[in-house]
């Protein structure tokens, strides 16, 4: 159990743990991929912002960190950020009509 913290911090595996208790059985592949990578041995080279990307938004945050990285963690916060932009402001030209 103490090799597992040695790639993330606790509180990674707890927030994991959350996603995974409130999506069951769906969001299992959160602390699974962490998991993962923990017994790869390449947990410590992940960087915080893909270790966020992968809480934060699952499965596409996961394809965009393995596919790509750190620019691929980028990628996914860039398109999440555009699509609420987009959600927003037509939601306010909705509104406005």
Do not use: C, D
């Amino acid at each position: 159990m103490n090799n597992l913290f040695k790639g993330y911090h606790p509180v990674t595996w707890v927030v994991s743990g959350l996603i995974a208790i409130v999506g069951f059985p769906f969001m299992l592949v959160v602390p699974g991929y962490f998991y993962w990578k923990v017994r790869k041995g390449t947990a410590s080279e992940q960087t915080p912002l893909e270790t966020a990307t992968v809480v934060f938004f699952n499965y596409i945050g996961i394809i965009g960190v393995e596919i790509w990285g750190r620019k691929g963690a980028i990628a996914v916060w860039v398109l999440v950020l555009f699509a609420l932009i987009s959600t927003i402001s037509y939601g306010a030209a909705i509104l406005q009509a």
